[in-house]
């Protein structure tokens, strides 16, 4: 998996101060797309032990505080993108308890199936829905067009 940016202070991608990971790849090629960049799954740099490491760090800073990770794209729940990211979630769990998950992704929550249903049950907010320029509204919070959900798993089991 590659990434295309990381931000280790971002307070636009969910709620509080958080670390933000955006990853390479995504064939939705949604138009308006703020974020093209991201489309090709060999774009940015490579996902490795060090920058998994330095996310971990970060959100255990305890000089700035952070509520969570933020996960977007590309598109995370891409099946290339999943398998990576359950075993960096995994960890981010094990050694960040109290930490929350968001992610974004252009599929929608019923059509997740097999690994992005794991991977779901590592994220506990999630916006889903691709990005439909006609239906765009620079209102809304979390979203970019009105199609797209929230999900807050937070106080729910799953």
């Known amino acids: 998996m590659n990434y295309m940016q990381y931000y280790p202070v971002d307070v636009v991608n969910g709620e509080g101060v958080r670390c933000t990971l955006f990853v390479s790849g995504c064939e939705h090629h949604c138009k308006g797309c ?3 960049a991201s ?3 060999n774009a940015g740099l490579p996902f490795d032990d060090a920058i ?4 971990i760090n970060d959100l ?3 000089r700035i505080p952070r509520q969570g990770l933020s996960l977007s794209g ?4 891409h099946p290339k993108n999943v398998p990576e990211l359950i075993r960096f979630l995994t960890r981010v769990k094990a050694q960040c308890p109290h930490k929350d998950i968001w992610a974004w992704t252009g599929y929608r929550l019923e059509e997740l199936t097999g690994e ?3 991977l779901l ?3 506990d907010v999630l916006v889903d829905g691709k990005f439909e320029q006609d ?3 620079p209102t809304l919070k979390w979203c970019g067009s009105t199609n797209q959900k929230i999900y807050d798993f937070r106080s729910k089991s799953r």
Do not use: E
């Open 39 to 41: 489309w090709r799954f």
């Open 121 to 123: 049950r590592l994220i």
């Open 34 to 36: 703020y974020n093209q």
């Open 116 to 118: 992005q249903l794991t």
């Open 135 to 137: 239906k765009a509204d």
């Open 74 to 77: 590309g598109d995370p729940f």
């Open 52 to 55: 998994a490491q330095q996310i």
């Open 60 to 62: 255990n800073d305890q």
